[in-house]
Nanobody, 122 residues
């Protein structure tokens, strides 16, 4: 299982953009589909989006579709979450996660990062 480390969180204003990165250890990153999740204060963790191991399929929650974009660079063992038109409701700790093989946003995951905090002010 890869070790995952997120970065890129911070404090932004509503309407701003932010890009999160998640770097994975190991040589098998290209075999893992990657997911992004978030957990707001007092709420359960929720699915944000995912990208297939091959990079040719993405999935998004309705709440972020059209504003967030997931991409990956297998040569850098990195998955990205580009967040545009941010809203205060997007404030949360964002986590990346990995699943060997296919992943469409449902089912268990094999590894999790420690999270990075995104705060969107109004």
């Amino acid at each position: 299982q890869p070790q995952l480390v997120e970065s890129g969180g911070g404090l932004v204003q509503a309407g701003d953009s932010l890009r999160l990165s998640c770097v994975a250890s190991g040589r098998t990153f290209r075999s893992y589909s990657m997911g992004w999740f978030r957990q707001a204060p007092g709420k359960e963790r929720e699915f944000v989006g995912a990208i297939k191991w091959s990079g040719d399929r993405t999935y998004y929650a309705d709440s972020v579709r059209g504003r967030f974009t997931i991409s990956r660079d297998n040569a850098k063992n990195t998955v990205y979450l580009q967040m545009d038109s941010l809203k205060p409701d997007d404030t949360a700790v964002y986590y990346c996660a990995a699943r060997l093989g296919d992943y469409d946003g449902t089912g268990p995951l094999d590894a999790w990062g420690q999270g990075t905090l995104v705060t969107v002010s109004s």
